[in-house]
């Protein structure tokens, strides 16, 4: 709609159509022209001239535009400024062609020109909760402070420029500004920012890090290497030093920690390469207090993440187009396991119904043995009934890992 237009550059190489036109000022004008169609004046504009309709192009051509020399240089820092904090924003997510690395990784950071905040250098062996704090939410703060007030200040520029001082005021509400702004929960998201898509939480920050370790472990991304570092084409080991991607390209994902190379086990080896092996145990714990969920320990909460809410995340951060495919034997969660989509070759199955299923009814067969043992010879009440009640979840999984064999084996 009219009101909730925005206009943006498009870089060459990128079609359009009729539901998202196109405008092509020429190239002295283009920032001007963008600031105008952004502002608080061409919203009232057209909103007079078509109030209940999709904005056309019809409609924009009978925008009125004045050109005020005095103010062109303003205008365009201005926007030039909101363009560069915007793709900055943007980049920040796996999901941008141009992302080069996730932000809460420490010593690969973009360059500092968010304002007041440490140098990089400062993050070198240091802990994920102080990267997230004394980093990334403040660099999300200046972002969206400077970005508002950039706004505020072309509004301020075009509404005196239109003469419309008594009509119009230059303030931008906090929830239409269209840069990440970071919360701690949802709770502590202010009511001027309700209804904003541009909120996020620290769950959501570290469930981005966490599909970053898992492209790590893939190979999708490296510590060594700007932005993607495989996504099909010539396998390059040179870039891959920090850390090294999973050998056959499969990360078995238990509910228990029966596999040296699950997926849990493999993420502290990346939160060791990438931070230091002094500081596991702390960002292990902020990342289980960020994912929340029930577990005695941070990696039960994150093995529970990765069994049951990971490939949800992935789906929706891909809108339903994963590239990381899980491989699911059913509700007992007997066996899940994933691959990458860019590194499947035919004997990616077979490898993971040998190396992986198949040892896991062997592990299954082993733990039910020794609870069979347990309540033979314990004469702990308790013991035999918790050691009772494991054996027939055993048997579930196994049964479950059985059927799916089959399925895997045609």
């Not at 904090?85 to 809460?104: A, N, Q, R, T, V």
């Not at 005196?160 to 931008?172: A, F, K, M, N, R």
């Not at 999984?397 to 399925?407: I, T």
Request: glycine share 6%; proline share 3%.
């Amino acid at each position: 709609t009219i009101g909730a237009s925005s206009f943006r550059i498009m870089e060459r190489g990128f079609f359009f159509e009729s539901a998202s036109g196109v405008c092509f000022p020429n190239e002295v004008n283009r920032k001007y022209i963008l600031g105008l169609l952004n502002s608080k004046v061409v919203q009232a504009i057209a909103e007079m001239l078509n109030p209940t309709a999709t904005l056309q192009s019809g409609d924009l051509a009978r925008v009125p535009v004045l050109k005020d020399n005095n103010k062109f240089e303003q205008v365009n820092r201005l926007v030039e400024d909101n363009i560069k904090l915007s793709m900055m924003d943007w980049d920040s997510y796996e999901i941008s062609w141009d992302f080069k690395g996730h932000p809460l990784v420490l010593g690969r950071l973009p360059e500092p020109v968010w304002g007041d905040v440490p140098d990089k250098v400062a993050f070198q062996n240091t802990s994920i909760p102080y990267t997230y704090r004394i980093y990334w939410k403040k660099a999300c703060e200046y972002r969206f402070e400077k970005l508002k007030a950039n706004e505020e200040e072309l509004n301020r520029v075009f509404i005196s420029i239109y003469g419309l001082q008594d009509e119009l005021t230059p303030e931008v509400a906090d929830k239409d500004v269209t840069v990440h702004r970071i919360f701690d929960t949802k709770d502590d998201v202010p009511e001027s920012m309700q209804g904003s898509s541009y909120v996020r939480t620290k769950r959501d920050e570290i469930v981005s890090l966490l599909s970053y370790a898992v492209g790590c472990m893939f190979g999708r991304y490296s510590l060594d290497t700007d932005g993607l570092a495989y996504a099909g084409g010539d396998w390059d080991d040179g870039k891959y030093k920090t850390f090294l991607p999973d050998r056959d390209g499969i990360l078995p994902i238990t509910d228990e920690e029966y596999l040296e190379d699950d997926i849990v086990s493999r993420l502290c080896g990346w939160l060791k390469a990438a931070y230091g092996a002094d500081t596991l145990e702390e960002n292990l714990d902020f990342i289980a207090g960020a994912l929340g969920g029930k577990g005695n320990s941070s990696r039960e909460i994150i093995r529970s993440y990765f069994l049951k809410d990971f490939f949800k995340d992935h789906c929706k951060t891909y809108q339903k187009r994963p590239i990381y495919w899980l491989f699911d034997s059913g509700k007992q969660n007997g066996f899940k396991a994933l691959i990458y989509l860019h590194r499947y070759t035919p004997d990616t199955i077979g490898n993971l119904r040998v190396d992986y299923l198949h040892k896991m009814q062997r592990v299954y067969e082993s733990e039910i043995n020794r609870m069979q043992d347990m309540i033979d010879h314990s004469t702990n009440a308790r013991e035999v009934a918790a050691s009772t009640k494991r054996k027939e979840k055993l048997q579930k999984q196994l049964k479950e890992c059985r059927d799916y064999d089959e399925m895997i084996a045609h």
